[in-house]
């Protein structure tokens, strides 16, 4: 199992994002939970290229200060939406065989949907902790039509098992157990 934390960078942390303070409590609980269970956390960052605010070298391309990664997690880059593109990770969590994958991250309706759809397609057992994922307004509909399409509709029986936080916690916890 692994905890998959994608796109949780400075240039798209704000108030606009739905549930904006639950959602980085609940992303800074999972990752703080996955560490003291010996779950591995993995980042995933978006480089959007060299006339973005998120690219290499840029303040928005960091993490958010206070859930960044420790010195040894892995960090993989990425250039489309999704993380298993191009990236070394599909690589590296088959040579760990790994089969659980916890996704976490912004934004629900982008990056996140990419993440479950593809680990979906490439064998992985997707979690999807619903409160640990947010987006913004966006031309179609407000953020929580699109959060609540995607995590009460579109994965939940297809794609991943949507579950609480609270859930997703116990079951890391359990896992240290094994």
Not at 37 to 58: A, C, F, L, R, W
Not at 110 to 121: M, S
Not at 130 to 157: C, G, H, L, R, V
């Amino acid at each position: 199992m692994v905890l998959l934390v994608v796109d949780t960078q400075e240039e798209l942390i704000n108030e606009y994002l739905y549930q904006c303070v639950n959602f980085l409590e609940n992303v800074r609980n999972l990752i703080n939970t996955a560490r003291a269970s010996n779950v591995e956390v993995i980042y995933v960052m978006h480089d959007d290229g060299p006339y973005s605010n998120m690219t290499k070298g840029k303040i928005g391309f960091d993490i958010c200060n206070n859930i960044k990664p420790k010195n040894n997690e892995k960090v993989f880059i990425k250039y489309v939406n999704s993380p298993f593109k191009e990236t070394g990770l599909l690589d590296y969590l088959k040579s760990k065989c790994e089969k659980d994958i916890i996704v976490i991250g912004l934004h629900t309706d982008k990056c996140i949907n990419a993440a479950v759809i593809c680990g979906f397609e490439h064998d992985f057992n997707i979690i999807v902790p619903i409160e640990a994922n947010s987006t913004e307004d966006n031309t179609f509909m407000p953020a929580i039509k699109s959060w609540q399409y995607y995590n009460k509709f579109m994965w939940p029986n297809r794609y991943a098992r949507c579950i609480s936080v609270d859930e997703a916690i116990n079951i890391i916890k359990e896992k240290n157990k094994l």
